[in-house]
C-alpha cells in the first residue's frame, strides 16, 4: 500500500521560512510526478508546485521567487523549502504523487503564518 506522509509544517512570523517533506512508502514502480497542493480555510485546494520524473518545475505565481520545489530519488521523497512566508500562505499543504497511472494524496500538514 502507497502512503505519503508530510512533515515540516508549523507555525511562522511572516517573512519566516519552513521546509515540508513529503516521504513516500509502500511499491511506488514509477513515479510520473509529484507536487504540493494547499487549501486554506473557505478554498479550493490548489498547486502550489510540482516535480515531473524528469525533473521539470511548475509553481503557482504566488509561489515563484519563494518556494522551491526539490526531491531525493533515492529516498523517494520531495521537499517543499518555503521563504519569506506571508499571512496567505497560511493552509493545510497536501501531498501529492502519481505513480504508474494512480493518484496519492497524503494526510497534509497545517503552515501558519502569522502577521
Known amino acids: 500500500q502507497v502512503q505519503l506522509v508530510e512533515s515540516g509544517g508549523g507555525w511562522v512570523q511572516a517573512g519566516g521560512s519552513l521546509r515540508l517533506s513529503c516521504a513516500t512508502s509502500?511499491?511506488?514502480?514509477?513515479?510520473?510526478?509529484m507536487g504540493w497542493y494547499r487549501q486554506a480555510p473557505g478554498k479550493q485546494r490548489e498547486l502550489v508546485a510540482s516535480?515531473?520524473?524528469?525533473?521539470?518545475?511548475n509553481y503557482a505565481d504566488s509561489a515563484k521567487g519563494r518556494f522551491t520545489i526539490s526531491r531525493d530519488i533515492a529516498k523517494n521523497t520531495v521537499y517543499l523549502q518555503m521563504n519569506n512566508l506571508r499571512p496567505e500562505d497560511t493552509a493545510v499543504y497536501y501531498c501529492r504523487m502519481i505513480s504508474s497511472g494512480l493518484l496519492y494524496w497524503g494526510q497534509g500538514t497545517q503552515v501558519t503564518v502569522s502577521s
Open positions: 516535480i515531473s520524473s524528469g525533473g521539470s518545475t
Open positions: 509502500g511499491s511506488t514502480f514509477s513515479i510520473n510526478a
